[in-house]
């Protein structure tokens, strides 16, 4: 038995901001690092994405956005359980110096939120 409540796509994924996903697999069986690869792996999130890999904690970034995936157990090796968190940022400035810094119309070269 097997049943996959996670996004089609690395799209998908992005455009559905904060919420939980879960992997029931009887084939698939492991521990919480076992079960982020698993998910990656099943949502097509290619390596050239991951900004920081703590194993059971993920850092994605696609040019646009940032989410950070928590991977955790739901009772057994075969049930796995994934927390989406949608990271909001804020302009640095004055601290920031991108690409030399914020110019006269005060808004910042990233197109963050002053």
Do not use: W
């Amino acid at each position: 038995m097997s049943e996959y409540d996670i996004p089609e796509n690395v799209d998908q994924l992005f455009a559905n901001g904060e919420r939980s996903y879960s992997i029931c697999d009887y084939a698939e069986s492991g521990d919480n690092t076992f079960s982020m690869n698993l998910f990656l792996d099943a949502v097509g999130v290619p390596s050239e994405m991951i900004e920081e890999d703590l194993g059971t904690q993920v850092v994605l970034f696609d040019g646009k956005a940032r989410i950070v995936i928590d991977s955790g157990g739901l009772g057994d090796f075969h049930l796995h359980g994934y927390d989406v968190t949608v990271v909001k940022e804020q302009c640095a400035y004055p601290e920031c110096k991108c690409p030399v810094d914020m110019g006269p119309d005060v808004k910042c070269l990233k197109g963050l939120p002053v």
